[in-house]
């Protein structure tokens, strides 16, 4: 069965930073580019980062660039998205999937397979 599980989600005061993890199981992540995604209360899941197989590809949105860093370990079937300076604004589920990154990687439609989400509070 081919599963997601995020985590390293949590409570953080603004400023802070954290670093969510994507595992893959039941496939080889390395074969597949991975999205970050992130949903709100109320409002539409939008697409933060991505990652192409190989690493030498990312994108991010305007809103976390400068701020968030997506990476890959291959040899242990894993995606990275380090936060820092967290804004109370970044505050959602963070999701990741499994998908295309090139030039529409924020169309959540075009994914495939997606983790149950990890929440991220950023809160004084």
């Known amino acids: 069965q081919l599963q997601l599980v995020e985590s390293g989600g949590g409570l953080v005061q603004p400023g802070g930073s954290l670093r969510l993890s994507c595992a893959a199981s039941?496939?080889?992540?390395?074969?597949?580019?991975i999205g970050w995604f992130r949903q709100a209360p109320g409002k539409e899941r939008e697409g933060v980062s991505c990652?192409?197989?190989?690493?030498?590809?990312?994108n991010y949105a305007d809103s976390v660039k400068g701020r968030f860093t997506i990476s890959r370990d291959n040899a242990k079937n894993t995606v990275y998205l380090q936060m820092n300076s967290l804004k109370p604004e970044d505050t959602a589920v963070y999701y990741c999937a499994a998908g295309p990154c090139g030039s529409t990687w924020y169309n959540r439609a075009a994914y495939d397979y997606w983790g149950q989400g990890t929440q991220v509070t950023v809160s004084s």
């Open positions: 039941g496939f080889t992540l390395g074969y597949y580019a």
């Open positions: 990652i192409r197989s190989s690493g030498g590809s990312r």
